[in-house]
T-cell receptor, first 116, second 109 residues
Framework: ETGVTQTPRHLVMGMTNKKSLKCEQH?????MYWYKQSAKKPLELMFV???????ENNSVPSRFSPECPNSSHLFLHLHTLQPEDSALYLC???????????????FGPGTRLTVL | QKEVEQNSGPLSVPEGAIASLNCTYS??????FFWYRQYSGKSPELIMS????GDKEDGRFTAQLNKASQYVSLLIRDSQPSDSATYLC?????????FGAGTTVTVRA
């Protein structure tokens, strides 16, 4: 595997389910990100982890819970979601989280989530 | 006020023509700028990054940055049908990457 991978690629869940999205980066990067992309809207940053520590939580509802066990893996745990949470969830990684050139982000293929 | 603004398009250009995409940003202190391409149903892929005022060329793509005007653009020369996609402008502001809503480009064969 190369680059950034995400599983599952598609997920359909009910509002009472609990599921998790997984992201893995094979680039040796130290920062990882979760984004939400809804139709016709810009990508919304949800969470940022740098060296396995959460450095940004963009006012995301508590029904989304991130976990970063090491610099290569990132999870997004989902519970009691709402239909409006249906979207493409994208994971990205960058060499560092510094606000500069080394922050170039590379994206995974995304998980298409549908909440019924 | 939106942090990053792009013309939403769609922008339709004939094959072989130049497609010109524009982006403005609100944070005067931003130093790093990126263009991503996103095909329908796919994730964004990096096309170019630019950090200094002026032009940066990579193959058929040229990025132009004017920090005084808070403006960054992307030119696609000799447009091909495979260039049909949504182009996202992204700017690092306060350590975070902020994206525009994207400009959809359609190249007519």
């Amino acid at each position: 595997e190369t680059g950034v991978t995400q599983t599952p690629r598609h997920l359909v869940m009910g509002m009472t389910n609990k599921k998790s999205l997984k992201c893995e980066q094979h680039l040796g990067h130290n920062a990882m990100y979760w984004y939400k992309q809804s139709a016709k809207k810009p990508l919304e940053l949800m969470f940022v982890y740098s060296l396995e520590e959460r450095v940004e939580n963009n006012s995301v509802p508590s029904r989304f819970s991130p976990e970063c066990p090491n610099s290569s893996h990132l999870f997004l745990h989902l519970h009691t979601l709402q239909p409006e949470d249906s979207a493409l969830y994208l994971c990205a990684s960058s060499q560092v989280f510094s606000g500069g050139a080394k922050d170039t982000q590379y994206f995974g293929p995304g998980t298409r989530l549908t909440v019924l | 006020q939106k942090e990053v603004e792009q013309n939403s398009g769609p922008l339709s250009v004939p094959e072989g023509a130049i497609a010109s995409l524009n982006c403005t940003y609100s944070d005067r202190g931003s130093q790093s700028f990126f263009w991503y391409r996103q095909y329908s149903g796919k994730s964004p892929e990096l096309i170019m990054s630019i950090y200094s005022n002026g032009d940066k060329e990579d193959g058929r793509f040229t990025a132009q940055l004017n920090k005084a005007s808070q403006y960054v653009s992307l030119l696609i020369r000799d447009s091909q049908p495979s260039d049909s996609a949504t182009y996202l402008c992204a700017v690092i502001s306060d350590y975070k990457l902020s994206f525009g809503a994207g400009t959809t480009v359609t190249v007519r064969a």
